[in-house]
């Protein structure tokens, strides 16, 4: 009997994905992405040997998630080969975002995934977290006109799932983790970062790109599922077992690591835990997270840069969003020849002449907003600049053509000038 179909083992991935819009597998072969939507294909998805994600989307409520990773620039396959010790470099990180969202009385089920660990709630549509996190959203300006009238198009594709407006709810956390980031960045042990930004040989990663991302296009580990990509990818130079995603919920860490990588009889001790465990994802109340963010230098500094994005004359609205929200004054070319003047790193033009991928590598990037703002350049043509590369025809994957150029480089622009 193949692991997935052991009965326990199914029971809790079924609890994770419950109402899911998708899950999505990927066998150990990496150019080949499944997309299902009805549950009588999940045994289809599930051949031994398979990454499985749940989509973000979900029918009933919103699925928000925090996602946490050791990260190691010169052993990037270390948490694979020396899991317990990297596990415990990551501990002191690990318990600043557990402490932070206890004190806050936020409810979630923690996973354990192949590099680090998952934080994920649920939000019903009909809560005032949801409706608090909407306003958030307004208040900062998460939502570009762009990607609202892309989100727009593909709404009929999901059928009553409000997309738009989940999109907001899911990007204003964001800014709830921008919020959570700043809170705990200084714990003693690794630098903290909000992606591969190696500024210390090893990180912590507080991974907050998937708000770079159109909600469409998110999804995110299932429980209980074997984490196949540290055997695809040589740089992890891995060949050992495929590693279970598990809940942390009572096992110590030393269990974990051992349990998650015991393939013997169909990882029976992974199923044993799948027997007294929950898979479900629990609903949350944010409200104490949401009102802490909204008197913190955090979001001081996110409304700042909501103001700098300046307003449009579009008459572009949608009836539940101020219509300035969204419209926002990018420049739709940036302006090369004043970018040409400002004698600027001769290092950046290699990058801007080949964008994928010089531009997908998050110090680059972080290079080129460092260089232009200290300048003079304005937040507005930067995030013009990114998005004209990303909107030009480099052979991009779909990662970037599939979603908004403007939403993904405003995120690096109000990101990464934190972290110069």
Known sequence: MSYYHQTPIMKRILEFIDESVYIKATDPNPDVDKRFRRYNDIIDAMGDGVDLHRSNLDFKRSILMIDLEYGNQNYPGEIFHNPLGSFQKLEPTRAAVKNMLDENNVSYIETMTGQGYNFTMGVPRN??????????????????????????????????????????????????????????????????RTTDLFDNPEIAIFDSTQHAYLLSRRAFRTVFSLHQKSRMHPKYNYHGPAIVTLPVDGIPLEDRIQIRQDERNSYARAVDIARNSTGEIPNTDLTNLITNYLFSNTAKKHLEFAEKLGFSDSEFTLPFLKANSMNWDIPPMPDWSLIGGLNIDPKLWDVFAHPNDEMLKPTNIRHIIGELSSKGVA??????????????????TVDVTKTDPILRAEYWVRTLKEQL
């Open 127 to 192: 809560s005032q977290t949801y409706a608090s996190l909407l306003k958030v959203g307004e208040q900062m300006r998460v939502l570009p006109e762009s990607a609202a009238k892309r989100l727009q198009h593909k709404q009929s594709r999901y059928g009553n799932v409000p997309l738009i407006e989940d999109h907001i709810v899911s990007t204003a956390f964001g800014r709830i983790n921008d919020y959570i980031f700043d809170s705990i960045r200084d714990t003693p042990g690794l630098i903290m």
């Open 379 to 396: 937040d507005t043509e930067i995030i013009s600049l990114l998005a004209q590369k990303y909107n030009e025809n480099h052979g991009w």
